[in-house]
Every structure is written in structure tokens, then in C-alpha cells.
């Protein structure tokens, strides 16, 4: 009976010990998650942290400090600001800082001979042959009418281009040095070939005898001291509904020839038998603007629209 007594006070000890054991180690456990509230949340500090690393990966480069980053450009900053060195502007805003000129401005820039003159430049010497016809009153395809001087030429239909040849004066030379100056008042058809001038027999005469009827020449173009002033005649059947205009005696040949029309200058077009056009009428018997070769521009008041009457203007282009 003693040993059951002692033996339930062992059972009742053995129980308290395991609760104590137990309610210890929930006071611990209390504890801890107590000592663990009290401290500063490291998980929400450190979670921002690999996801800025996965968005750097993203971009293909490694994560930098912030003097890295200033010392090395993005691309985006390098395309938009290059560097002093660099040398180059980005295409991107190449148009806006260095504007190219627009074809305009190339044009105004430009020698006035490079884009009025025709076939015949100045101060160059042109090879070919010289034929001979006969000139009769010296008129011919360029419309002057009968010349009273007959040292005059008919340029071939190459070099005449358009009549753009037409009062040109020209220093023809041959191979004995003997030499003449002919106006161009006429065209050579084909067979005449490039650098051919077909001269009139009085002109001919000075570099050889005529009945050679062909020599080799070398020529080239003259601006020279001629007399007198520049007439305008107006073509037959000109009217306020239609006109042909034309420059005579002029030193230089003609590059241009425009009217007043519409508030501004209006260019006519030129024809093979050296007329400038008005077709429906504008600026004819108005004011009128020729320009030389030379680029110099002559205006010219009150010609009036009379058909077929030569009009002296009362001016001469400079002689070069």
C-alpha cells in the first residue's frame, strides 16, 4: 500500500515536471517572438533589393553606383549629347543644327556662268572646221533681217542650240593666224558637225581664199567694244493676247528674257528662230528684263506692242 502511494507522488511529479518543461518552453517561445517583434523589419527592408537587380538585368547592364553611372552615359544620354570629342552630330539632330543648304541657296551662290550660259562658255577655245555659203542680205534663222555688216557666221545646229548662239560675236582663227570676227546671225543644219562655222564668203575671204571652201579653225567668244545700243522688236501678229519678243544687238549673248506679269517678272521661252513667247498674252507691251550671259539684268520701259518695229532701248550690257 506505502509503494502505491509512492509510487502515484512519482507519477504526480513526473507530470508537473513535463508541464513546467512544457509551460517553459512556451514562456521561451513567447519570449523570442517578443525579442523578435522588438527589432527593425530586415525582410521588407531587403525585399526591394533583387527586384531593382532583376529590372538592371532586364537592361543588360550591371548595376552601378551612382559615380559609375555619371561617369559612363546611358545610350539614350550619348545619342542625344555627344561628346566634345566626338566630332559628329547624331543623325537625329543633325537636320536641325547644320540645315543644309537647299538646292535655292546653292544656285544664288554659284557663278552666274554656270547656269546661264549654253553650250558657249567664255574664255574657252572651241576646234572645228569653217565652210563657206553664200549670205545673201545676211538675214538668217536667228530673225535680225538684213545685216549691213556681212561678217557674220551660221553656228552649227549643235552649238546654236536653240538659238541661244544667236548675236554672239565669235574671234575665229585659222591655222595660218589669219583671223575675223563674225556675229552669229544664221544656223548650220547637219551635216554640220559640233565646233563648225559656216561663214559668208566676205567673211571667209579673211582666212583663206574661198574657193578652199574648208580650212580648220579654232574659235572662241568675244565680248567686244561695240558701238551703239540694244533694240527690242516686237513679232508680226504680236498683240495683247499674244506676242514674241526680240533683243537686238546686244554685246553679250542672251540668256534670258522676261516681262512684267502678275506682280512679278515672268521668263518667255525661247525659240529656234530667236523669239521669246508670250502665248496668252502676259507682260506684252509692258516692261521688259533681258539678262547676259554675264548674269547682268537690264530692264527696259515703254516699248509699245508695235509689230515688226525695231525700238531702240537705249541700253548695252558691260563688255567682259
Not at 579654232?218 to 514674241?244: E, F, Q, V
Request: include cysteine; charged fraction near 20%; aromatic fraction near 6%.
Amino acid at each position: 500500500m506505502q509503494e502505491t502511494r509512492q509510487a502515484a507522488r512519482q507519477r504526480r511529479q513526473r507530470r508537473r515536471l513535463m508541464v513546467g518543461s512544457a509551460a517553459g518552453l512556451v514562456v521561451t517561445g513567447l519570449i523570442v517572438c517578443l525579442v523578435m517583434t522588438m527589432q527593425p523589419d530586415r525582410k521588407e527592408d531587403a525585399g526591394p533589393a533583387p527586384a531593382t537587380a532583376v529590372a538592371n538585368s532586364q537592361g543588360a547592364l550591371p548595376s552601378a553606383s551612382p559615380e559609375q553611372k555619371s561617369s559612363t552615359p546611358s545610350p539614350s544620354a550619348t545619342s542625344a549629347t555627344p561628346s566634345a570629342g566626338a566630332g559628329k552630330t547624331p543623325k537625329a539632330s543633325a537636320g536641325k543644327s547644320t540645315p543644309r543648304p537647299s538646292a535655292s541657296t546653292r544656285e544664288a551662290q554659284a557663278p552666274a556662268t554656270s547656269f546661264l550660259t549654253g553650250r558657249i562658255r567664255p574664255k574657252s577655245t572651241y576646234q572645228g572646221v569653217a565652210t563657206v555659203y553664200k549670205a545673201g542680205v545676211g538675214d538668217g534663222a536667228c530673225s535680225y533681217g538684213p545685216s549691213g555688216d556681212m561678217m557674220i557666221a551660221a553656228m552649227n545646229t549643235t552649238d546654236y542650240e536653240t538659238s541661244k548662239a544667236c548675236g554672239a560675236y565669235v574671234l575665229v582663227r585659222a591655222a595660218n593666224g589669219a583671223s575675223v570676227t563674225v556675229r552669229i546671225t544664221n544656223e548650220c543644219p547637219l551635216p554640220c558637225a559640233p565646233g563648225q562655222l559656216d561663214l559668208s564668203e566676205q567673211a571667209f575671204a579673211k582666212l583663206a581664199p574661198v574657193s578652199t571652201g574648208r580650212i580648220s579653225i579654232s574659235w572662241s567668244l568675244l565680248s567686244p567694244d561695240t558701238a551703239g545700243t540694244i533694240s527690242i522688236r516686237y513679232k508680226d501678229g504680236s498683240s495683247p493676247y499674244w506676242c514674241g519678243i526680240q533683243a537686238i544687238g546686244h554685246r553679250n549673248p542672251l540668256a534670258r528674257l522676261e516681262v512684267r506679269a502678275g506682280g512679278g517678272w515672268r521668263p518667255l521661252t525661247r525659240t529656234d528662230y530667236n523669239y521669246f513667247l508670250s502665248p496668252d498674252g502676259s507682260g506684252c507691251g509692258g516692261a521688259i528684263r533681258i539678262t547676259d550671259i554675264y548674269g547682268e539684268r537690264l530692264t527696259i520701259n515703254g516699248i509699245a506692242l508695235r509689230p515688226d518695229a525695231v525700238q531702240p532701248a537705249g541700253v548695252q550690257f558691260a563688255r567682259h
